[in-house]
């Protein structure tokens, strides 16, 4: 079974950098068969894409967020990692780290979260 | 960036009567190379992380009781709750995997 479980600080200085590990444990993040993907949701609202990457190297990110984001991995620990730079109270939020499902080459969706992770961002 | 739109925003459902939440992308989220709609649904309950409950519009994961159905095709899709349980309470949201960004439905609340 899957698990991904997301740590790092809770509270975050304005203007300061932003930086969360997801662990996975019951796989590889090496895997050809996945993606892996961190998503944001400020508390009581929706749902927002932050980025993914592939085992190979390749990585994605929103558009919206690309320039203060990094996306990084440490295959020896089976983790990846996000950094947001120049934070503001806008990215308060639960942090999640995510597998994204492929199936015979095909997106699937994504199929395993981790429990999420708080970051306030308050002087 | 494909917008995805949900209706309605909440809605309020007995138990046991069938509840239908829509969803629309600006754009068609069919990838013709293989004939797939790149169009999944969660659900999210409080202090929990979403939980995958179809992917390619119409597939049930594994394990999702076959009261949650999914349909739609192109730019229109439905999620169908056929019978409401009082543990499906909960919010609801569309995903579109055709493009980056990646984009996420505003969410639909269900209620008893």
């Known amino acids: 079974q899957v698990q991904l479980q997301e740590s790092g600080p809770g509270l975050v200085k304005p203007s300061e950098t932003l930086s969360l590990n997801c662990t996975v444990s019951g796989g590889s993040i090496n895997s050809g068969t996945y993606y892996w993907a961190w998503i944001r949701q400020p508390p009581g609202k929706g749902l927002e894409w932050i980025g993914s990457?592939?085992?190979?190297?390749?990585?994605y990110y929103n558009p919206s967020l690309k320039s203060r984001v990094t996306i990084s991995t440490d295959t020896s620990k089976n983790q990846f990692s996000l950094k947001m730079t120049s934070v503001t109270a806008a990215d308060t939020a639960f942090y999640y780290c995510a597998r994204l499902g492929m199936i015979r080459g095909a997106f699937k969706a994504f199929d395993y979260w981790g429990q999420g992770a708080l970051a306030t961002v308050s002087p | 960036d494909i917008v995805m739109t949900q209706s309605p925003d909440s809605l309020a459902v007995s138990l046991g009567e069938r509840a239908t939440i829509n969803c629309k992308s600006s754009q068609t989220v069919l990838y013709r190379s293989n004939n797939k709609n790149y169009l999944a649904w969660y659900q999210q309950k409080p202090g929990q992380p979403p939980k995958l409950l179809i992917y390619w519009a119409s597939t049930r994961e594994s394990g999702v009781p076959d009261r949650f159905s999914g349909s739609g095709s192109g730019t229109d899709f439905t999620l169908t709750i056929s019978s409401l349980q009082a543990e499906d309470v909960a919010v609801y949201y569309c995903?579109?995997?055709?493009?980056?960004?990646?984009?996420f439905g505003g969410g639909t609340k269900v209620e008893i």
């Open positions: 990457f592939y085992h190979s190297g390749s990585t």
């Open positions: 995903q579109q995997f055709y493009t980056i960004p990646l984009t």
